[in-house]
């Protein structure tokens, strides 16, 4: 199983950012993949998460409004959109998948990618 995430970069506040992880090596149909990010100095934390099987998807209260989570079924690609950009979303994300259900609980996904660097400038 591999997770590919892309879309890192550096970007201004107030602007956006499209975020995409690719995954293969198995079905997906009957996971949820979630993204994570970590900031340098903290914890791991929950962005949102989208069920493969039927578009559901959670939001971390803090991120509703400006980050959409989405999936392409045919591309096995799910893709964080990021609009409103702030300094405090600097952060490396990563993608994760994993069957236990809509969760914001990082034990809760088996597979991670390698993270993707997003730096937001002031």
């Known amino acids: 199983v591999q997770l590919q995430a892309s879309g890192r970069g550096l970007v201004q506040a107030g602007g956006s950012l499209r975020l995409s992880c690719v995954a293969s090596?198995?079905?997906?149909?009957?996971?949820?993949m979630g993204w994570f990010r970590q900031a340098p100095g903290k914890e791991r934390e929950f962005v949102a998460a989208?069920?493969?099987?039927?578009?559901?998807?959670y939001y971390a209260d803090s991120m509703k409004g400006r980050f959409t989570i989405s999936r392409d079924n045919a591309k096995n690609t799910v893709y964080l959109q990021m609009n409103s950009l702030r300094p405090e979303d600097t952060a490396v994300y990563y993608c994760?998948?994993?069957?236990?259900?809509?969760?914001?609980?990082?034990?809760?996904?088996?597979?991670w990618g390698q993270g993707t660097l997003v730096t937001v400038s002031s």
């Open positions: 989208i069920r493969w099987s039927v578009g559901s998807t």
């Open positions: 994760a998948a994993g069957i236990k259900g809509l969760t914001s609980w990082p034990q809760a996904y088996d597979y």
């Open positions: 090596g198995r079905t997906f149909s009957s996971y949820v």
